[in-house]
T-cell receptor
Framework: EAGVAQSPRYKIIEKRQSVAFWCNPISGHATLYWYQQILGQGPKLLIQFQNNGVVDDSQLPKDRFSAERLKGVDSTLKIQPAKLEDSAVYLC?????????????FGPGTRLTVL | QQQVKQSPQSLIVQKGGISIINCAYENTAFDYFPWYQQFPGKGPALLIA?????SEKKEGRFTISFNKSAKQFSLHIMDSQPGDSATYFC????????????FGAGTRLFVKA
């Protein structure tokens, strides 16, 4: 079974530039998550999709971050314009819709450096 | 109230020893408590998880102990091996029509050979 794919793996940009990350979840997984992981911290949920719909985007800085999930499969996360504090690893995860449990499968992440 | 507090930040254990990582939460609405393991350059991977109606769960060398009244839970790694050296995250999740997961800050474990 193929895992969660993310690209690019690394990205270096100047502040105020824009950047986009792509995620392809595990086939059949209805739920997709984007997390921000700052060095030395745990993952912080940015946005959660179930199929095409947004379940939770309460911690997404909507003035600069946007995300979409097309046809309930692939997703893109965009930052425009980027700030220095956006330097982090952006993790995508997917899971089946569970009732009592939630096993999230993470991709390798995209390491973003904002100079 | 949405925080999950994890300790210690880092841990060094001799090979064969027991590694213990502790977590505490405030929100009693959390109903699922997973532990994730992360190696450098990789995404986290689910290690073991527990629901609050169970006080202990064991899978191989990994055990979760859960104290609902104290709102605390811990991961015990028995017979720790150098290959266990990684960062461990506890988490707490609430199913609100989809699980919303809050992660702890992580514990960096190093097992000395």
């Amino acid at each position: 079974e193929a895992g969660v794919a993310q690209s690019p793996r690394y990205k270096i940009i100047e502040k105020r530039q824009s950047v986009a990350f792509w995620c392809n979840p595990i086939s059949g997984h209805a739920t997709l998550y984007w997390y921000q992981q700052i060095l030395g911290q745990g993952p912080k949920l940015l946005i959660q999709f179930q199929n095409n719909g947004v379940v939770d985007d309460s911690q997404l800085p909507k003035d600069r971050f946007s995300a979409e999930r097309l046809k309930g499969v692939d997703s893109t996360l965009k930052i425009q314009p980027a700030k220095l504090e956006d330097s982090a690893v952006y993790l995508c995860a997917s899971s089946l819709v569970g009732v009592d449990t939630d096993t999230q499968y993470f991709g390798p992440g995209t390491r973003l450096t904002v100079l | 109230q949405q925080q999950v507090k994890q300790s210690p930040q880092s841990l060094i254990v001799q090979k064969g020893g027991i590694s213990i990582i502790n977590c505490a939460y405030e929100n009693t609405a959390f109903d699922y408590f997973p532990w994730y393991q992360q190696f450098p350059g990789k995404g986290p991977a689910l290690l073991i998880a527990i629901r609050p109606d169970v006080s202990e769960k064991k899978e191989g060398r990994f055990t979760i102990s859960f104290n609902k009244s104290a709102k605390q839970f811990s991961l015990h790694i028995m017979d720790s091996q150098p290959g266990d050296s990684a960062t461990y995250f506890c988490a707490a999740a609430q199913n609100t029509g989809g699980f919303k997961t809050i992660f702890g800050a992580g514990t960096r474990l190093f097992v000395k050979a």
